[in-house]
């Protein structure tokens, strides 16, 4: 069955570290997404991604970037970690105007 | 820029009681609507959608929503709720490409 996957599912870095978080998927979807998710704002978009090497800002981009060398793969860098970067996150990826598909999420701490 | 608004961080109902959680939108365009659940330490999972067509929308575990235009909402209902239920619950509004803006969400407490 096709899937998303997201690793590690939970991480505690420090503060000023660089951490990548990974998103696989085997839909064959052109389009991902990573959300991070806080309690009383829902999720809120980060960066998202049209197709391969394509990449675009969202609404809570600062600090974060990605990258998209293939189909399968989005992965998250926070540049430096910092202890506002500490969250629950989610990959997403869809096609078309369908729903788009979660992962089960990486709890991330920054100390 | 398209918004959500979900009335209620926190709705409490007993075993068998109506299940009612509260959604409105701001959209330009005809919009792509959505309810999705999350149980503790998971993912999203997709409840039901509106798309196009018929506005009354079944979804799983019982669940549906009717989309009204005039209203701008998206209530999801359920007759009866279980103890299964109990989850907090998403609705979204989406964008081009499957691009979603979330509310903030409702967590469903239910009493036995």
């Known amino acids: 069955d096709a899937e998303i996957t997201q690793s590690p599912r939970h991480k505690i870095t420090e503060t000023g570290r660089q951490v990548t978080l990974a998103c696989h998927q085997t839909?064959?979807?052109?389009?991902m997404f990573w959300y991070r998710q806080d309690l009383g704002h829902g999720l809120r978009l980060i960066h998202y991604?049209?197709?391969?090497?394509?990449?675009n800002k969202g609404e809570v981009s600062d600090g974060y970037s990605v990258s998209r060398s293939n189909t399968e793969d989005l992965p998250l860098t926070l540049e430096s970690a910092a202890s506002s970067q500490t969250s629950v996150y989610f990959c997403?990826?869809?096609?078309?105007?369908?729903?788009?598909?979660f992962g089960q999420g990486t709890r991330l701490t920054v100390v | 820029a398209q918004s959500v608004t979900q009335l209620g961080s926190h709705v409490s109902v007993s075993e068998g009681a109506l299940v009612l959680l509260r959604c409105n939108y701001s959209?330009?365009?005809?919009?792509?609507l959505f309810w999705y659940v999350q149980y503790p330490n998971q993912g999203l999972q997709l409840l039901l959608k509106y798309t196009t067509g018929a506005t009354l929308v079944k979804g799983i575990n019982g669940f549906e929503a009717e989309f009204k235009k005039s209203e701008t909402s998206f209530h999801l209902t359920k007759p009866s709720a279980h103890m299964s239920d109990a989850a907090e619950y998403f609705c979204?509004?989406?964008?081009?490409?499957?691009?979603?803006?979330f509310g903030a969400g409702t967590i469903l407490r239910v009493k036995s």
């Open positions: 839909w064959n979807h052109n389009n």
């Open positions: 979204a509004v989406g964008e081009y490409g499957n691009k979603l803006v």
């Open positions: 991604s049209y197709g391969v090497h394509d990449t």
């Open positions: 959209s330009s365009v005809p919009p792509y």
């Open positions: 997403a990826s869809g096609q078309g105007t369908t729903e788009a598909f």
